[in-house]
């Protein structure tokens, strides 16, 4: 599928710093332009880096754009795609359940006696 000149520009950039970022770090586990598996671990590795240790960090959106820019450089390269999971932002934990939570917004319960409904 063409991409628009815009797309193909920012691809490029992100493709660009992913490379000198790989080139920067030590070979561990095979070579990521050609084993599939070291490039699922290393493009995990990329996006820890983008989000926590990247001077200036990157937004999460910034790290999508990266990340889809990655999957179109692997594509065309004729490699499979990088696992989903590391495309999508992390959803945030639900609450613990407390009495207060459940209470909060409701009516207060009745504290007297219990009524015994007799037929």
């Known amino acids: 599928m063409p991409l628009a000149a ?3 520009r920012t691809y490029a950039s992100r493709v660009r710093m ?13 070579d990521p332009l050609i084993d599939a598996h070291a490039r699922d671990w290393v493009v995990r590795d990329y996006r820890r880096y983008l989000l926590r240790e990247a001077d200036p960090k990157r937004s999460v959106r910034y790290v999508n754009n990266a990340l889809a820019a990655l999957d179109d450089f692997h594509l065309r390269r004729a490699w499979a795609r990088p696992p989903s999971p590391a ?9 613990r359940w407390t009495p207060t939570r459940r209470s909060a917004g409701c ?8 009524r015994v409904i007799a037929r």
């Open 18 to 30: 992913y490379l000198a970022w790989l080139t920067e770090r030590p070979a561990t586990g095979g």
């Open 6 to 8: 815009d797309t193909r």
């Open 87 to 95: 495309r999508t932002s992390p959803r945030p934990r639900p609450r």
């Open 107 to 114: 009516a207060p319960l009745r504290t007297g006696p219990a």
